[in-house]
């Protein structure tokens, strides 16, 4: 069962989007979805909130996240968050089978 993380960052004026924008940009977060056992690792923009990006990164397991808190990537996050001193919210869900009784209300 796979893990999936929500990071909600969250910065003055746009850092937020400055921080995703440089964690693209510089390569790191493709580095990070070639790490073993990361699923997705994807930015999204709040729109009730522009002061907020949403990362939804999602990891085969708790050991490939483990793995993904350990290595060097961690720090070269922790040195960007620092740069536009963001602070961040977390939520971690587990991904299970959606009842299939729910599909009806899905349009596809």
């Known amino acids: 069962m796979s893990i999936v993380i929500h990071l909600f960052y969250t910065g003055k004026n746009d ?4 921080f995703a924008n440089e964690m693209e940009s510089s390569g790191t977060a493709n580095l990070i979805r070639k790490e073993n056992g990361n ?3 994807k930015y999204y923009q709040s729109l009730d909130d522009k002061n907020t990006i949403l990362l939804i990164d999602e990891w085969k397991n708790q ?3 483990n ?3 350990k290595s060097n990537m961690m720090t070269k996050i922790s ?3 620092e740069k536009y001193d963001l602070t961040m919210k977390i ?5 299970t089978d959606i009842d299939s009784r729910n599909y009806k209300f899905i349009k596809k």
């Open 15 to 18: 850092d937020a989007q400055k």
């Open 39 to 41: 699923l997705s690792y």
């Open 63 to 65: 050991n490939a996240l």
């Open 67 to 69: 793995n993904h808190h």
């Open 79 to 81: 040195k960007l968050r």
């Open 91 to 95: 939520e971690s869900l587990t991904k």
